[in-house]
Nanobody, 121 residues
Framework: QVQLVESGGGLVQGGGSLRLSCTAS????????MGWYRQAPGKQRELVAV???????DYADSVKGRFTVSRDNAKNTVYLQMNSLKPEDTAVYYC???????????????WGKGTLVTVSS
């Protein structure tokens, strides 16, 4: 069984910074893409940033230049550095990882329970 546990959310003033972390644990053979999604009240969940196993990254247009995704493969951890935060960044942020749990198996998507980020104006 695989678990993803996020940390680092909280309340911050507009213009401030936060760093989210997400660590995968359990039966892990390898990890493919890792990323972050968010869901604001009354809105659909959206992709924020994703990083491949080789380090290629992609971002939502709304966060480009402000957010940076990175990963530490030795720690099975993905990070999201969020700078110049805006009130519209307020949401529950979810970690997502595509994880292979044994040799020759297909990867499966796993989700964390989410961490709340609130940006005040």
């Amino acid at each position: 069984q695989v678990q993803l546990v996020e940390s680092g959310g909280g309340l911050v003033q507009g213009g401030g910074s936060l760093r989210l972390s997400c660590t995968a644990s359990g039966t892990i053979f390898s990890i493919n893409a890792m990323g972050w999604y968010r869901q604001a009240p009354g809105k659909q969940r959206e992709l924020v940033a994703v990083i491949s196993s080789r380090g290629s990254t992609d971002y939502a247009d709304s966060v480009k230049g402000r957010f940076t995704v990175s990963r530490d493969n030795a720690k099975n951890t993905v990070y999201l550095q969020m700078n110049s935060l805006k009130p519209e960044d307020t949401a529950v942020y979810y970690c997502n990882s595509n994880i292979v749990d044994r040799w020759y198996a297909d990867g499966m998507d796993y989700w964390g329970k989410g961490t709340l980020v609130t940006v005040s104006s």
